[in-house]
């Protein structure tokens, strides 16, 4: 089983800001996903990332709001861009099966 | 597209009792299914899989999971329900999904709350 980190666990921001999360796994992973959790819901792909391309978006979800890094086969960044408080949610990284313990992230 | 159904919002038992929790699936061809578990305040914890071979599949923390093709059903079951075992179970099936790269799907979650 991989081991996944997440950096921060917790944040509030102010509306128009952005927030980079860290996601970090303990062995090789070809491809890394992000995810959202809005409040009260189910989590929601956002988008798959895969080391040394573009990361892939699903409907709804576009680069510039949150780009994404996947610079080796275990680390990756996600960035909400030009937040509202909307984008309240929890944010999971992950590999096809396991989970970091997640992003809370306040906007007010 | 492949979708899994929580039918239960929320689920309640009295620790000892057996508990299930319930989860349907909708697929082409087979399928692969998947259940987790969210403690308040933590990640998504996985339990257990069914990609082939025995329908009745072992996981974490004694659950385990019957995979039933004729109902399409994927459900979790534990004999004896403990009160740490009060959480959100969310119920995934991987697909293969328009970018062309396998992803989770998840259902709407239930929540387990067991009494004393």
């Known amino acids: 089983s991989a081991v996944i980190s997440q950096k921060p666990s917790r944040d509030i921001c102010q509306r128009g800001t952005s927030l980079t999360i860290q996601c970090q796994v303990d062995?090789?992973?070809?491809?890394m996903f992000w995810y959202r959790q809005q409040p009260g819901q189910s989590l929601t792909l956002i988008a798959t990332?895969?080391?040394?391309?573009?990361?892939?978006?699903e409907s709804g979800f576009v680069i510039d709001k949150f780009p994404i890094s996947r610079p080796n086969l275990t680390f990756s960044t996600l960035t909400v861009s030009n937040m509202s408080p909307e984008d309240s949610s929890i944010y999971l990284c992950?590999?096809?099966?396991?989970f970091g313990p997640g992003t809370r992230l306040l906007v007010l | 597209a492949q979708s899994v159904a929580q039918p239960e919002d929320q689920v309640n038992v009295a620790e000892g009792n057996p508990l299930t929790v319930k989860c349907t699936y909708s697929?082409?061809?087979?399928?692969?299914l998947f259940w987790y578990v969210q403690y308040p305040n933590r990640g998504l914890q996985f339990l257990l899989k069914?990609?082939?071979?025995?329908?009745l599949v072992k996981g974490s923390y004694g659950f385990e999971a019957e995979f039933n093709k004729s109902q399409t059903s994927f459900h979790l079951k534990k004999p004896s329900a403990l009160v740490s075992d009060s959480a959100l179970y969310f119920c995934?099936?991987?697909?293969?999904?328009?970018?062309?790269?396998?992803?989770?799907?998840f259902g709407t979650g239930t929540r387990l709350l067991v009494s004393p």
């Open positions: 992950g590999s096809i099966q396991y």
């Open positions: 062995s090789q992973v070809t491809m």
């Open positions: 990332a895969n080391q040394g391309s573009e990361a892939t978006y």
């Open positions: 697929v082409s061809g087979n399928p692969y």
């Open positions: 069914y990609i082939t071979g025995d329908n």
């Open positions: 995934a099936v991987r697909e293969r999904g328009n970018t062309g790269f396998q992803k989770l799907v």
